[in-house]
């Protein structure tokens, strides 16, 4: 008797998928060549050849249209933020480190393991990666305190933000490695306060 068990097919991907991919394109050119807070919906809308609600309809915002760019489909910038800022100012620090740690733990690290090195690798996409951090992450804290010297705090809360990254997930230092965000972000808390709202005279 015949196999009449369905077959995969091969061919053209779903209309759908192929406008994603191309607004994805679109979207790391438009991202390079302007900037992120040059780049708008509309804009990238334009060079992907659709309309800016196709846009909308795979990515609700901008920062997440970056996030698409950069592989880490999961993170979603807004939501961190709003977790971040809505609290005390004067433990404003410990929750940042504490929320981002959190945001990438839900897989126990394997999409920062696999992003970061990919992103890394990619010229273009390494460009991308301290817009990511300065404007989608950082910029929405930064403006909330309005303070001086921000392109100066935003790269200090950053280098301390990258090292527990690399130490928690991709070179795994014990005793970061193991313990948990609460637990790191009482203990480094302190030092991005003091980054995002001390004194920095030098």
Same mark, same amino acid.
């Not at 609290?87 to 920062?112: I, K, N, Q």
């Not at 990511?132 to 950053?158: H, N, Y």
């Given at each position: 008797?015949?196999?009449?068990?369905?077959?995969s097919?091969?061919?053209?991907?779903? %209309?759908?998928?192929?406008?994603?991919?191309?607004?994805?394109?679109?979207?790391?050119?438009?991202? =390079? *060549?302007?900037?992120? &807070?040059a780049?708008? =919906?509309r804009?990238?809308?334009?060079r992907?050849?659709?309309?800016?609600? @196709?846009?909308?309809?795979?990515?609700?915002?901008?920062?997440?249209?970056? @996030? %698409?760019?950069?592989?880490? @489909? *999961?993170? &979603?910038?807004?939501?961190?933020? *709003?977790?971040?800022v809505?609290?005390?100012?004067?433990?404003?620090?410990?929750?940042?480190? &504490?929320?981002?740690?959190?945001?990438?733990?839900?897989?126990?690290?394997t999409?920062?393991? /696999?992003?970061?090195?990919?992103?890394?690798?990619?010229?273009?996409?390494?460009?991308?990666?301290p817009?990511?951090?300065?404007?989608?992450i =950082?910029?929405p804290? +930064?403006?909330?305190?309005?303070?001086?010297?921000?392109?100066?705090?935003?790269?200090?809360?950053?280098?301390?933000?990258?090292?527990? /990254?690399?130490?928690?997930?991709?070179?795994?230092?014990?005793?970061?490695?193991? +313990?948990?965000? %609460? *637990?790191?972000?009482?203990?480094?808390?302190?030092?991005?306060?003091?980054y995002?709202?001390?004194? =920095?005279?030098?």
């Amino acid at each position: 008797m015949a196999d009449l068990a369905p077959t995969s097919r091969r061919g053209r991907r779903p %209309a759908g998928q192929d406008a994603r991919a191309d607004i994805l394109t679109a979207a790391r050119a438009e991202f =390079l *060549e302007r900037g992120y &807070e040059a780049a708008s =919906l509309r804009s990238v809308a334009r060079r992907a050849g659709v309309d800016p609600g @196709t846009v909308r309809h795979w990515f609700a915002d901008k920062a997440r249209l970056l @996030t %698409a760019t950069l592989g880490v @489909t *999961e993170i &979603e910038p807004d939501k961190l933020m *709003e977790r971040v800022v809505d609290g005390p100012l004067e433990s404003l620090g410990e929750r940042l480190v &504490e929320t981002v740690l959190s945001a990438w733990d839900f897989d126990g690290g394997t999409m920062v393991r /696999m992003a970061v090195p990919a992103v890394m690798a990619d010229p273009g996409l390494r460009g991308l990666l301290p817009q990511f951090i300065g404007a989608a992450i =950082l910029g929405p804290v +930064m403006r909330t305190l309005d303070a001086p010297d921000a392109p100066l705090r935003t790269a200090l809360v950053a280098s301390q933000m990258a090292g527990l /990254m690399m130490t928690r997930f991709l070179v795994p230092v014990e005793p970061i490695a193991s +313990m948990t965000p %609460a *637990e790191i972000a009482a203990l480094a808390g302190p030092t991005i306060q003091r980054y995002l709202t001390g004194d =920095l005279a030098r």
